[in-house]
């Protein structure tokens, strides 16, 4: 399929999309493509000053405005306002896109006492998803993008240790957590069946990004330098997986890029995944449903 077929049918005008790290790297470049396409933009950021220099070279770049919703995700109550803050401006979200993560050198704890990988890279998904949910049911047919990584099919995750508390590797620790991102999709889209609502996990593939820096540095750092692609060309998947009409219908599925690959055997574990829900839900503060 040629790059302009992919792309083909994605206008998207009077569509309201949120993207969560969409102050740089993959994330920005998402949302400049999702207001070139004619979206209502909400640029998700850590804090409203990053978010709104984005704002202004997003303008810069595409002539078009967009918004800013600060939102710490490695904090629950920041979350919590953000999505407050967001509803009462926004009465429906058509796309919601889940692209923040992080990788630090060491183990980190939030201000809610959570291991700081576990918190961003995947319950920050979860809550985020559970506040917005009024919203996402509202649009006609809405999508919610989860990115994720090849990573998760070298992954294990230890459900009695789900906070890392023992032996911390970064990389090991990234890989568990985009395990969760397929694991949440797959239990997201069991209880979103009936709805207008879908659920996909997406792979942009390996891209130049200090987040992939971080996760291959140091041994895969030449595999960064030579074989990485740019962010621009790692938004294309997302966007598709967000828009395509084509796609329609498609929920629980996990995109290797522009293509529809069967997720790693642990991902497609439905006890694996309603044990992991049910875990989220106490750290988030939530009822399991």
Same mark, same amino acid.
């Given at each position: 399929?040629?790059?302009?077929?992919?792309?083909?049918?994605?206008?998207?005008?009077?569509?309201?999309?949120?993207?969560?790290?969409?102050?740089?790297?993959?994330?920005?470049?998402?949302?400049?493509?999702?207001?070139?396409?004619?979206?209502?933009?909400?640029?998700?950021?850590?804090?409203?000053?990053r978010g709104e220099a984005a704002?202004?070279?997003?303008?810069? !770049?595409?002539?078009?405005?967009?918004?800013?919703? %600060?939102?710490? *995700?490695?904090? /629950? #109550?920041?979350? +919590?306002?953000?999505?407050?803050?967001?509803?009462?401006?926004?009465?429906?979200?058509?796309?919601?896109?889940?692209?923040?993560?992080?990788?630090?050198?060491?183990?980190?704890?939030?201000?809610?006492?959570?291991?700081?990988?576990?918190?961003?890279?995947?319950?920050?998904?979860?809550?985020?998803?559970?506040?917005?949910?009024?919203?996402?049911?509202?649009?006609?047919?809405?999508?919610?993008?989860?990115?994720?990584?090849?990573?998760?099919?070298?992954?294990?995750?230890?459900?009695?240790?789900?906070?890392?508390?023992?032996?911390?590797?970064? !990389?090991?620790?990234?890989?568990?957590?985009?395990? %969760?991102?397929? *694991?949440?999709? /797959? #239990?997201?889209? +069991?209880?979103?069946?009936?709805?207008?609502?879908?659920?996909?996990?997406?792979?942009?593939?390996?891209?130049?990004?200090?987040?992939?820096?971080?996760?291959?540095?140091?041994?895969?750092?030449?595999?960064?330098?030579?074989?990485?692609?740019?962010?621009?060309?790692?938004?294309?998947?997302?966007?598709?997986?967000?828009?395509?009409?084509?796609?329609?219908?498609?929920?629980?599925?996990?995109?290797?890029?522009?293509?529809?690959?069967?997720?790693?055997?642990r991902a497609l574990d439905p006890?694996?995944?309603?044990?992991?829900?049910?875990?989220?839900?106490?750290?988030?503060?939530?009822?399991?449903?």
């Amino acid at each position: 399929m040629s790059r302009r077929s992919k792309q083909s049918g994605t206008s998207i005008a009077a569509k309201t999309c949120l993207v969560t790290g969409a102050n740089r790297g993959i994330g920005f470049e998402v949302a400049t493509r999702l207001a070139r396409l004619g979206g209502d933009v909400w640029l998700g950021a850590r804090t409203a000053e990053r978010g709104e220099a984005a704002r202004r070279a997003l303008r810069l !770049r595409t002539g078009r405005d967009v918004h800013v919703v %600060a939102m710490d *995700l490695s904090s /629950q #109550a920041s979350i +919590r306002n953000g999505a407050l803050q967001w509803s009462r401006n926004v009465g429906r979200l058509d796309v919601l896109i889940h692209n923040a993560a992080t990788i630090p050198q060491r183990r980190l704890e939030t201000i809610d006492g959570i291991e700081m990988q576990l918190a961003v890279n995947h319950l920050a998904s979860f809550l985020l998803t559970h506040l917005l949910m009024p919203q996402l049911v509202a649009a006609p047919a809405a999508r919610v993008i989860v990115v994720s990584s090849n990573a998760h099919a070298r992954a294990a995750l230890d459900l009695t240790d789900l906070q890392a508390t023992g032996r911390y590797d970064r !990389r090991a620790r990234y890989q568990a957590t985009k395990l %969760a991102n397929v *694991l949440f999709v /797959q #239990a997201l889209a +069991r209880r979103l069946e009936g709805t207008r609502v879908s659920v996909n996990a997406v792979r942009p593939g390996t891209i130049n990004t200090g987040l992939v820096r971080d996760f291959l540095w140091p041994f895969g750092f030449l595999r960064w330098i030579f074989a990485g692609s740019t962010p621009g060309r790692g938004a294309s998947p997302i966007v598709r997986a967000a828009l395509d009409p084509a796609l329609a219908g498609i929920s629980g599925g996990y995109f290797d890029r522009h293509r529809l690959r069967r997720a790693a055997p642990r991902a497609l574990d439905p006890a694996l995944q309603e044990q992991l829900w049910q875990r989220s839900a106490e750290l988030a503060g939530v009822a399991a449903t």
